[in-house]
């Protein structure tokens, strides 16, 4: 999951309409660690990751590369 989300940024990068908004993964169970993964992959290019009921704990170490601020 965490490469198909990488391989949408990378689309999402080619497209002009798009282009210059900025990037947020939303994750929902096992998707919550894959949003974690890609969004330490991408180097600075996800300005938001959003975990609803989650399980955020399976990104592993990738969890720890992420900053939290509250809501």
Not at 23 to 33: D, H, K, Q, S, T
Not at 52 to 57: D, E, V, W
């Amino acid at each position: 999951m965490a490469r198909r989300l990488g391989a949408v940024n990378d689309w999402l990068h080619r497209r002009r309409v798009v282009e210059d908004l900025p990037i947020g993964y939303l994750g929902a169970g096992a998707g919550a660690a894959a949003a974690l993964s890609a969004a330490t992959e991408v180097a600075g290019d996800v300005m938001a990751v959003v975990s609803t009921g989650g399980l955020p704990h399976l990104a592993g170490p990738s969890r720890r590369r992420c900053r939290r601020r509250p809501c």
